[in-house]
């Protein structure tokens, strides 16, 4: 199976410094869209006027930047499901120029799996969304495996 | 010492979604800031007009959600030094609503001090720069530890 892309964009003029090189934090909003895309493969929406009234709240996120990336480049960001339980699931997003082979940023995420007319509160994925994660589990067996998961910062120790 | 506050901030309409909750993403954003802000302290600048011809980039982050921000609530950065090598300063970036004593989130980074003209490739801290690192970090002493350093994603092994 070809890699599961969840968003494509063009690095907009909004997200850049004057320098023509994407900010930091406009690397997580492109994966914080696809993880929205992301909830709609598996019958959730980010939006809660969504018949579901569930949703994903991100719990905690880490991210490697690997390369810069200038202004109107194409990316693109390729998924995979690291793991998941009944209420939370660990989604690895890469960002890729379009089409290329490099990854220029990675961000291991935890998601936890809300109900949002009831507080928001945690609840267990329904029938249908975990069906959904274990097609698309099965579906990405034969990706290479993340690279930059499990990931802990500190510098090394001294020499 | 009072903590080091090194951004302030109302949040803004264009970082809430439709329910009014900063976005993911924009809480980074606001870290960005405030790294932008540490580097004015240190004798860097996020703008490589600026003389020094050096700057920081970002290499790793991590971030902890903690609790819902709504728009136009006041918040603020408070940020500490956690370590630093002759080239690397990891910060830690608390937010907090103002003037309140509740960590709403948390992002532990990894900076790597670059030289602008030479590439941008890695290099020393200058002197001035190393000072005052070391000037902020003696300041800092009494304030609590950061709660979220040195965390790994990851679910808990299953029940």
Redesign the interface.
Known sequence: MPALITYKTAILADWV???GHL????Y??I??YATDAFMDRIGLS????DASGHSL?????????LHEVKLGQEVEVRTQIV???RK?V?LYHSLYKASGDEEVAAS???LLHVDLAAGPKSAPFSEQSLQALHRLTEAQHDQPPPAY???????PP?R
Do not use: C, K, P, V
Request: glycine share 8%; net charge negative.
């Open positions: 410094d004057y320098n900010r930091d934090a406009f997580l909003l994966f914080s980010g939006d809660n006027r709240f991100t719990l905690e996120a880490h991210i490697n930047y793991a998941h339980d939370r660990q291991d995420q935890m998961t499990g990931r802990t910062i500190g510098l001294s």
